[in-house]
Nanobody
Framework: QVQLLESGGGLVQAGGSLRLSCAAS????????MGWYRQAPGKQREVVGT???????SYIDSVKGRFTISRDNAKNTVYLQMNSLKPEDTAVYYC???????????????WGQGTQVTVSS
């Protein structure tokens, strides 16, 4: 069983910063790609950005230059540093990890529980 535990959400004024963390624990061989997604009220969940095990990142256009994804492979943790936050960044943020497990061999996607980020204008 694998769990992803998120932390770091909250309320911030426009222009402010927040840092989200997501730590994976449980039975796993390794973690491949990790990523952050978000879902605003009445909208579909969208990818914010992803990071490979080697550290290559990609982002949606609306957060480029403002958000940074990083990971600590030794701690099985992925981070999302959010700067210059805007009201339209308000959403529930979810982390995702593609995890390789053994006995039996499988590759599965796991999700965090979600953390609310609210940006006031």
């Amino acid at each position: 069983q694998v769990q992803l535990l998120e932390s770091g959400g909250g309320l911030v004024q426009a222009g402010g910063s927040l840092r989200l963390s997501c730590a994976a624990s449980g039975r796993m061989l390794r973690i491949n790609d990790m990523g952050w997604y978000r879902q605003a009220p009445g909208k579909q969940r969208e990818v914010v950005g992803t990071i490979t095990s080697a550290g290559s990142t990609s982002y949606i256009d609306s957060v480029k230059g403002r958000f940074t994804i990083s990971r600590d492979n030794a701690k099985n943790t992925v981070y999302l540093q959010m700067n210059s936050l805007k009201p339209e960044d308000t959403a529930v943020y979810y982390c995702n990890a593609r995890i390789v497990q053994t006995m039996p061999m499988a590759i599965r996607d796991y999700w965090g529980q979600g953390t609310q980020v609210t940006v006031s204008s």
